[in-house]
């Protein structure tokens, strides 16, 4: 229902089934909660795709009334969906009441903030969560480096950009095709037609399939 439009009868569904399931709910709890919850997961993640924060918000209500905790699967993708539709303040509400519940963040929910204010223009605070998230013993992968060039190259600070480029190789991370396609094209749109030239053969040369 939920994926042909029909957001509102989905929603009266969704409560109809977890109010019908609440003996089987008391019987195994365990088992029923554990795939309910991923149902909920993934309904989320459509109604969020499609821009209805207010709908994902109900779910993660209506998943608290009938006592089925929230994961950090189930934040990750309510702060994710927040961060596309711009919702910055919504991402990191939470973000916070994921602490709050004693949920640790893992690297998805750190990705997913990260992800938020680089989209928006904010490098600065998507570099303080990096710095939180390795405080907190987790390693970002590329895919968080990525996002911090992608955020740089943005706002037309290409040279910030590199900078985290060589900050990834000091942590043993290998750049990818991803990583130089955002400098490449942060740089084509600044003009620099010889610098584009310069990183694609940059990439070449370190192995990597244009």
Not at 172 to 190: D, G, K
Request: neutral net charge; hydrophobic residues 40%; contains cysteine.
């Amino acid at each position: 229902l939920a994926s042909k439009g029909e957001r509102d009868e989905a929603m009266l569904q969704l409560e109809s089934y977890l109010s019908s399931m609440t003996e089987v709910i008391a019987i195994n709890r365990a088992t029923h909660n554990d795939v309910t919850r991923r149902r909920m997961n993934h309904l989320i993640k459509i109604l969020g795709d499609g821009g209805y924060l207010d709908h994902c918000n109900e779910v993660l209500a209506l998943m608290k009334i009938y006592k089925l905790k929230p994961s950090v699967a189930t934040y990750s993708s309510l702060i994710s969906r927040a961060g596309i539709w711009q919702n910055i303040k919504l991402a990191e509400s939470y973000f916070r009441e994921m602490k709050r519940q004693g949920i640790n963040p893992d690297v998805q929910a750190y990705n997913a903030l990260i992800n938020a204010y680089a989209k928006s223009g904010q490098t600065d605070l998507a570099v303080d969560k990096l710095k939180e998230m390795e405080a907190g013993d987790i390693e970002p992968p590329v895919i968080t480096f990525n996002t911090l060039v992608d955020s740089c190259a943005r706002s037309g600070n290409v040279e910030k950009a590199l900078s985290f480029i060589e900050d990834m190789k000091a942590r043993q991370l290998t750049p990818n095709e991803r990583t130089y396609s955002i400098v490449m094209h942060a740089y084509h749109h600044a003009g620099k037609v010889k610098e584009v030239a310069n990183i694609f053969r940059k990439m070449i040369n370190e192995g990597l399939s244009p």
